[in-house]
């Protein structure tokens, strides 16, 4: 079975109203997309519904942890995520995902797939530099880290020390 069938959702035959759906997301489900950067994805993603008359509003949130590795030591370490996601379902002549948050579906259309916007809203999540826990309260041990504070840079020079021939700029001033 597809991972990204079970975020397909019929909703005619639903009551005007809210309606409530659950998902759990692993590896499978970004597979799927073919991306591979994390280790051990665990999601519960909730959607719920509320249906009018001519239009569907969702409302997905999404919550769990993903392997990920950390930008600076590149130690592997679990990112815990939550994120939410308002998405509006309208109905027209013709299918039309141009606008993020307004998704028009021609007349007719029975069900919603919610599997693109899901895996859209989890990879924006992300932070843009992942940076390990323990990196950022000083407990990591690492010998990249050892590396890196080897190879920082040392104290500024002195003023004695910069080459005279950059005087003469100062002189510009």
Same mark, same amino acid.
């Given at each position: 079975m597809d991972a990204r069938a079970v975020f397909v959702i019929p909703f005619v035959g639903l009551k005007n109203g809210s309606h409530l759906f659950d998902f759990k997301i692993?590896?499978?489900f970004f597979?799927?997309?073919e991306f591979f950067d994390f280790n051990q994805p665990q999601f519960e993603v909730r959607a719920v519904l509320e249906k009018k008359e001519s239009m569907l509003k969702f409302t997905i949130s999404a919550q769990g942890t @993903?392997? @990920?590795h950390c930008d600076v030591s590149t130690e592997a370490f679990d990112l815990p995520m939550k994120t939410q996601y308002d998405l509006i379902v309208k109905f027209g002549s013709e299918y039309n995902n141009d606008d993020d !948050?307004? *998704?028009v579906l021609p007349h007719g259309s029975f069900q919603v797939d919610l599997s693109q916007y899901v895996y859209e809203m989890i990879l924006l999540a992300l932070p843009?530099? *992942?940076i390990h826990p323990q990196l950022q309260d000083g407990t990591l041990v690492s010998p990249i880290l050892d590396k890196l504070k !080897? *190879? !920082?840079p040392k104290e500024k020079k002195s003023e004695r020390d910069i080459d005279p021939r950059w005087d003469k700029l100062k002189d510009l001033l």
């Open positions: 692993d590896h499978t597979e799927a997309f @993903v392997g @990920v !948050e307004i *998704l843009t530099k *992942l !080897e *190879l !920082e």
